[in-house]
C-alpha cells in the first residue's frame, strides 16, 4: 500500500496548476508561430517556472502546516525542494541530448518549437506512468530501492567516463529501424510531422526527432525518477517535484542552446549527485543522511561544479 500525504485536495490542485501552466506554456507562445524562444523570453520563462515551482511548494507547505503541523510541513516541503533540484539538474542533461538531435538532423530553430511542445507532453504523460508504476514497485518490495541506487551508482560512473558522440546517432538501431519501415521524405516540410505525396502519406524527418526525443526522455527518467526515491517514496511529492521540473524543459532549452559549449564540465557534477544518490540508497540501512543534508550536498555539488566550468572558461577564453 502506497503511503503519501496526497489527498483529493492537493491532487486537484496539483491538477489545476498544470493543466493552467500547459495553457500558458502552449497556447500564448504558440501564437507567435513557428519561431524560436529569444534567449531573454527563455531566461524569462524559465525564471516564471521556477517561481512558480516555489510558490506552490509554498502552499504546499502552508496546507500541510494547517492539517498536520509543522514538523510534516518543513519535512514534506523540503522532500519537495530536493526532488525538484535533483530532477531540474538532471534535466539539463536531456536538453544537451535534444542539442545533439537537433544538430544531426539540421532541425532550424525554428522548427524546434512545435517538436518540443509535443515532446514536454509526452514526457508528462510517460513519467506519470513510470512513477505510480515506481512508486507500487517500491511499496510491494522495499528491497528495490537498493537496485535503484545500484543502478544510479553504475550510470554515475558511466557518465563520468562516456563521451557524446552526435555523429553516433545515425547508426542507432532503432534510426536505422525506422528509417527502414517508415516511408519517409529525405528532407524536412516546415512543421509538419506527415505529408501527402501522389496520395501516399509520407513522414518527414521530423517525425523521426520527435521519437528520438520521447525516447531521451525515457531514458533519462530512469535515471532521475530513482533519485527521487532517495529523498521520498511519497508519490505525490515525487510527481509534482518531478513534473514541475520537467514543465519548464522548453524555456531551458532555448536558455542554454546558445551557450551549451560553455558547459562543458556539468556532466561530471551530474555524474558526482548520481554517485551520491546511488551510494545513500545502497547505505540507507547503515547511514541516515537526512533530506535537508542531502539538499545541501546536492547544491553544493552543483554550486561546486558550476565555480569549475567558471574557471575551464576562462583559461580557455584567455587561451
Known amino acids: 500500500m502506497m503511503n503519501s500525504v496526497g489527498n483529493p485536495v492537493l491532487w486537484g490542485s496539483f491538477a489545476v496548476v498544470v493543466v493552467i501552466m500547459l495553457a500558458v506554456d502552449m497556447l500564448l507562445q504558440g501564437r507567435k508561430g513557428a519561431q524560436s524562444m529569444t534567449m531573454k523570453s527563455a531566461a524569462l520563462w524559465s525564471l516564471l517556472w521556477v517561481g512558480l515551482s516555489l510558490l506552490f511548494n509554498f502552499g504546499f507547505w502552508w496546507y500541510l502546516n494547517g492539517e498536520f503541523g509543522r514538523e510534516v510541513a518543513d519535512k514534506q516541503a523540503l522532500a519537495f525542494l530536493t526532488g525538484y533540484l535533483i530532477e531540474k539538474a538532471l534535466a539539463v542533461d536531456n536538453v544537451f541530448v535534444w542539442l545533439m538531435l537537433f544538430s544531426y538532423f539540421s532541425v532550424p530553430a525554428s522548427l524546434q518549437r512545435r517538436v518540443l511542445v509535443y515532446g514536454v507532453l509526452g514526457a508528462i504523460v510517460l513519467r506519470t506512468g513510470m512513477i505510480f508504476a515506481g512508486s507500487w514497485l517500491v511499496a510491494e518490495f ?12 553504475f550510470t554515475g560512473i558511466k557518465m563520468a567516463i562516456a563521451k557524446e558522440d552526435d555523429g553516433a546517432i545515425g547508426d542507432k538501431p ?4 525506422l528509417r527502414g519501415h517508415l516511408r519517409m521524405t529525405d528532407e524536412l516540410s516546415g ?25 531521451s526522455d525515457v531514458i533519462f527518467a530512469v535515471d532521475s525518477i530513482p533519485a527521487i526515491f532517495a529523498v521520498t517514496t511519497d508519490p505525490f511529492i515525487v510527481l509534482t517535484s518531478n513534473l514541475f521540473a520537467i514543465l519548464g524543459l522548453r524555456a531551458m532549452y532555448f536558455l542554454l542552446a546558445n551557450v551549451a559549449e560553455r558547459f562543458s564540465m556539468l556532466k561530471y557534477g551530474l555524474a558526482v549527485i548520481l554517485i551520491f544518490i546511488g551510494a ?3 547505505l540507507l540501512d547503515v547511514i541516515h543522511i537526512p533530506v535537508g543534508i542531502s539538499l545541501g550536498v546536492v547544491a553544493s555539488i552543483l554550486a561546486l561544479t558550476l565555480i569549475i566550468n ?3 572558461n576562462a583559461r580557455k577564453d584567455k587561451a
Open 174 to 177: 532503432l534510426v536505422r529501424w
Open 280 to 282: 545513500k540508497m545502497l
Open 142 to 153: 522495499s528491497w528495490i530501492l537498493y537496485l535503484f541506487g545500484a543502478f544510479l551508482l
Open 191 to 215: 512543421e509538419k510531422f506527415f505529408i501527402r505525396r501522389n496520395g501516399l502519406l509520407y513522414a518527414t524527418p521530423l517525425v523521426l526527432v520527435l521519437i528520438m526525443v520521447e525516447l
Open 310 to 312: 567558471a574557471w575551464v
